[in-house]
């Protein structure tokens, strides 16, 4: 039971995190059409800045923010020196583009912060277990992560739904040309856009730093996942994303978790343990074909052009 | 009529010359090393022009390609470890598991496009590179040795390099000249109508699917003879061969060659792999000028390499 909770919890603290990098992803691709491969290596270096300023300043929550401010720089900066210029080419120069960008940051963090991976300690107020049910504890970290990536969802909401500039956003995504004619600074909007998703990024990746190292490829993996969850979310659809990223959590960890033992029960424990971890690798590919095969423009498909 | 003499089919000219002269060149400096990089950039070169296939003439953008390249090298490997040496067994079996992969993942994939094809390929590739981590008999995470070249008999001998070299050299303009005629038949012409206009050549009356179905499966087929001979080059498989960047390398050879034209790939190949390997020796952190050189390509150069020499004729 105790397992089962935290588990569930883990999975949810997942689903979260993923959904902060997925949704960066698919508000550039739903509103420029662009695809960015380089989105993990924002979440590298989100995670990145954070080490150093937190190590710099030696307060947890400073260097956090810091960090986040550096991302969100990052990210316009990309966007205004190079990948403005590819919004409306075709999707495979897109991914030729953000290829190169991968194989930069990569070198370049080499470079700057060495090959070997950084720790981002954790201050001693963020590492006490709470109590959330009687008996069960779960730590302060990943429950503040789940927080935080709760809060930062129901402010996109609210920023996306309800205000201004979450309308123009809205009507970017439905017809750029429209939305441009009328008047709107169209640049300006994508590239605050960008800079939006660039921000998440690098707060998914200045989160998950504490509880993985911060390393060279670490947006690689997670990459792919946000990917897979954008594309069982259906492009362009930020609701289909958060539902997914929950999905896709739950999914890999709970895998994690209970498919060794579950596969104990019908295999040898020799083959089970040898074949769990790929199987529950493969399992939310798995899931993403069935996705595909069954609904090809993912289950909630964002509103058509 | 167009000019037989034109820079585009100078440079295609030059290297089939230079590839096929390369073994002398060796021979006569003693720099083994050239024909070493070479038949890996040949083995690449036949892969990224089965890529282009799909990507360039048929419009699929695959970006799971690499996986065949783990499938063919896995046939190779496994076989090689259960005591089966000979190339007569190996290789047609190589061939015949990326058939039947592409078969079913291109069933189940060609239902979807665009970018949700881009995507969809991408995580069967991902499937195939987590199964073969998960071959705890064969290697696992760590790969596969392969202690013994395939075995031919007498016909052929794997070891000796320049045998080894004019062999991959072989498949690779077997490839080429195998897409050539397929692009060029009536089979091919539908392809690439499809990729042009889809509404039209279904109104016409073509099985869109069935004809994108097989183009994919004929690529991923003679990708997956480019697996059997980097098993070979290498002498060792492993699932890293799979893995996404793999895919991504692919794409960037055939984009940066030329989609859609016969020698493109293979000038990307080796332009890239080139690049690569004189960048690495001049400084370690060499993808630091590798990628914006990649991004300042699609910036600025369209249509590749093949685009730019394309320009000269006019100009």
């Given amino acids: 039971m105790l397992l089962v909770v935290e588990q569930f919890l883990n999975g949810l603290q997942f689903g979260l995190l993923l959904f902060l990098l997925a949704a960066g992803l698919t508000l550039v691709f739903g509103i420029m059409d662009f695809v960015n491969l380089a989105h993990g290596s924002l979440y590298m270096m989100g995670a990145y800045f954070a080490a150093?300023?937190?190590?710099?300043?030696?307060?947890?929550?400073?260097?956090?923010?810091?960090?986040?401010?550096?991302?969100?720089?990052?990210?316009?900066?990309?966007?205004?020196?190079?990948?403005?210029?590819?919004?409306?080419?075709?999707?495979?120069?897109?991914?030729?583009?953000?290829f190169g960008l991968i194989l930069f940051f990569n070198d370049a963090v080499r470079l700057i912060?060495?090959?070997?991976?950084?720790?981002?300690?954790?201050?001693?107020?963020?590492?006490?277990?709470?109590?959330?049910?009687?008996g069960i504890h779960y730590p302060a970290y990943r429950l503040a992560i789940i927080v935080v990536a709760l809060v930062v969802a129901l402010l996109l909401y609210i920023?996306?739904?309800?205000?201004?500039?979450g309308m123009l956003i809205r009507a970017g995504a439905s017809n750029r040309e429209m939305i441009g004619a009328l008047g709107i600074n169209i640049k300006l909007l994508y590239t605050l856009v960008f800079g939006l998703g660039a921000a998440l990024a690098g707060l998914a990746g200045l989160m998950q730093a504490p509880i993985l190292t911060v390393q060279i490829g670490m947006g690689e993996n997670i990459l792919i996942l946000?990917?897979?969850?954008?594309?069982?979310?259906?492009?362009?659809?930020?609701?289909?994303?958060?539902?997914?990223?929950?999905?896709?959590?739950?999914?890999?960890?709970?895998?994690?978790?209970?498919?060794?033992?579950?596969?104990?029960?019908?295999?040898s424990s020799a083959a089970a343990s040898t074949a769990a971890p790929a199987l529950s690798s493969m399992l939310i590919y798995l899931v993403m074909a069935i996705v595909l095969v069954v609904r090809p423009e993912g289950l909630f498909p964002a509103n058509r052009r | 009529m167009k000019a037989w003499l034109n820079v585009r089919a100078a440079v295609a000219a030059l290297v089939v010359a230079g590839l096929l002269l390369l073994p002398l060149y060796t021979s006569l400096s003693g720099n083994v090393f050239a024909l070493t990089l070479f038949t890996r950039i040949v083995i690449f070169a036949l892969a990224a022009a089965s890529l282009n296939l799909i990507m360039g003439y048929g419009g699929m953008m695959s970006f799971g390609h690499a996986a065949y390249l783990g499938i063919g090298g896995y046939a190779v490997g496994i076989l090689a470890a259960e005591g089966v040496g000979s190339g007569f067994v190996q290789w047609p079996v190589a061939l015949l598991a990326s058939a039947l992969f592409a078969l079913v993942i291109g069933a189940l994939s060609l239902r979807t496009r665009g970018v949700y094809f881009?995507?969809?390929?991408?995580?069967?590739?991902?499937?195939?590179?987590?199964?073969?981590?998960?071959?705890?008999?064969?290697?696992g995470d760590d790969g596969l040795t392969i202690y013994k070249r395939s075995d031919f008999g007498g016909l052929i001998n794997l070891s000796n390099r320049v045998q080894f070299y004019y062999l991959c050299l072989f498949c690779l303009f077997g490839g080429l000249y195998l897409i050539w005629r397929i692009v060029n038949s009536r089979f091919g012409m539908v392809v690439r109508g499809l990729r042009s206009n889809e509404a039209r050549m279904q109104a016409i009356g073509f099985p869109a699917t069935r004809y994108r179905l097989v183009c994919f499966v004929i690529a991923g087929t003679i990708c997956g003879l480019a697996g059997a001979l980097l098993a070979n080059n290498t002498d060792f498989v492993s699932p890293a061969v799979m893995y996404w960047t793999r895919s991504g390398d692919l794409m960037v050879m055939v984009i940066l060659g030329g989609m859609g034209s016969l020698f493109g790939p293979v000038?990307?190949?080796?332009?890239?792999?080139?690049?690569?390997?004189?960048?690495?020796?001049?400084?370690?952190?060499?993808?630091?000028?590798?990628?914006?050189?990649?991004?300042?390509?699609?910036?600025?150069?369209?249509g590749g390499i093949d685009g730019l020499l394309g320009r000269f004729n006019r100009g």
């Fill in chain 1, 52 to 98: 150093t300023f937190v190590a710099w300043t030696g307060n947890f929550i400073l260097g956090v923010l810091l960090a986040l401010g550096a991302t969100l720089l990052l990210g316009i900066a990309l966007e205004f020196v190079a990948l403005r210029h590819l919004y409306g080419r075709d999707h495979l120069d897109h991914v030729l583009a953000t």
């Fill in chain 1, 113 to 134: 912060w060495g090959p070997a991976g950084l720790a981002l300690p954790l201050p001693a107020w963020l590492t006490v277990p709470v109590p959330i049910l009687p």
């Fill in chain 1, 159 to 165: 920023v996306v739904m309800r205000t201004r500039l």
């Fill in chain 1, 226 to 267: 946000a990917f897979v969850i954008i594309v069982i979310g259906g492009i362009g659809s930020i609701r289909g994303a958060f539902l997914a990223a929950i999905f896709v959590g739950m999914i890999d960890t709970l895998g994690r978790a209970f498919l060794p033992d579950l596969l104990r029960q019908v295999l």
């Fill in chain 2, 118 to 139: 881009i995507m969809i390929t991408l995580a069967f590739a991902q499937m195939a590179y987590y199964v073969a981590s998960g071959l705890a008999r064969y290697g």
């Fill in chain 2, 267 to 302: 000038i990307g190949a080796i332009v890239y792999l080139l690049l690569e390997e004189f960048l690495s020796q001049v400084t370690e952190y060499w993808a630091m000028i590798l990628g914006p050189l990649l991004l300042l390509i699609v910036l600025f150069g369209r």
